[in-house]
């Protein structure tokens, strides 16, 4: 059992990944355009900086009551137990202290090499992140720690484009929430399935590969500046839900950056107006990123030139025959519980991602 002075220490090292200081600052400023009497005219800003409000007031007052009670010059072992539970909770929020961590996260699915078992394949990844986000706001998993952060998520899917036969070749999914692109950007990257096909005549064995591209959704007027002489936008037709030719209206927008290349197309079922603005917020994100990046990899696949997803540079193998499991390739955390994981539970797989030396 760890002394009050051992987890006193642990806070300390934890307090400046944390932004202790700049947090009660900000929570004042906050506190400031909470008061303004047009608040409730952007009924969603208005919601968002109320649950900002909420998130910074609920950490302060866990980190202020933390150092209170392990001040005290007696502390019954029930009471240091409990009090180290709050200190590891602390410790992995602290993990998520990046720039764009506490942020909104755009998800793209790609489908690669594997014909319809790999579009199947997209479309069964899909599924999976549909399922977390679920998991997360109803609280299903609210035993993890990391999973707490996601009460208050929320996915929309922004653009799909569906095979010819089964599956879908690419999705861009929005998830809106506390830490998102924190906790998502542990999926990115090349996903393998080893699965008897069910598009195959003798239902042979398949393998698989999509990729999933993770960035996170940059404010724009944070964002790099574009300008417009630089923008080809199309405007086509969108297909209801499922790609049906049903309710369809010319509100679909695709927007074209020519000196990147960088494409990004919007068919909600919104407004052309709303579909231009979102595309330019993605579109923003994606360039704010390419400026920001190192890794020349990742830099290919935000200009849309990265490798398709194929054998050798998968992250995790989802192995359905002949065995079970589930693999990590970066962390080596696994487990054989393939339909758990398929339904959604990606906390394990996460924490480990985040909790390894490279990235903690």
Known sequence: ?????????????????????????????????????????????????????????????????????????????????????????????????????KGNALVSIHAGTGGVDAQDWAEMLERMYLRYVEQ??????????????????KVEVLDLVRGEEAGIKKVELEVRGSFAYGLLKAEAGVHRLVRLSPF?????????????????????SQAVQIDEK?????????????????????????????????????????????NKATALTILQSRLQRLKELQDSEETAMLKGEFREGSWGNQIRSYVLQPYQLVKDHRTEYETAQVQKVLDGELGPFIEAYLTQPTNA
């Open 1 to 101: 059992m760890p002394s009050t002075s051992t987890l006193i220490s642990r806070l300390n090292a934890i307090q400046s990944n944390l932004q202790i200081d700049q947090l009660r600052s900000e929570l004042t400023l906050l506190r400031a355009q909470a008061e303004a009497p047009d608040l409730w005219s952007d009924q969603e800003a208005a919601a968002q900086l109320l649950s900002q409000i909420a998130q910074s007031e609920g950490l302060l007052r866990q980190w202020d009551d933390l150092q209170e009670l392990l001040s005290l010059e007696e502390v019954s072992e029930d009471e240091l137990a409990q009090l180290e539970k709050e200190v590891q909770q602390l410790e992995r929020r602290a993990l998520l202290s990046g720039q764009y961590d």
């Open 230 to 274: 630089d923008l080809r936008i199309d405007v086509f037709r969108a297909g209801g839900h499922g790609g049906q030719g049903v309710n369809t209206t010319d509100s679909a927008v695709r927007i074209t950056h020519i000196p990147s290349g960088i494409v990004v197309s919007v068919q909600n079922e919104r407004s052309q107006h709303q």
């Open 136 to 153: 997360g706001s109803t609280e299903q998993i609210e035993d993890r720690t990391l999973a707490i952060e996601r009460k208050d998520w």
């Open 200 to 220: 195959n005549a003798k239902n042979l064995r398949q393998t698989s590969f999509a990729l999933i591209q993770v960035i996170p959704e940059i404010d724009r």
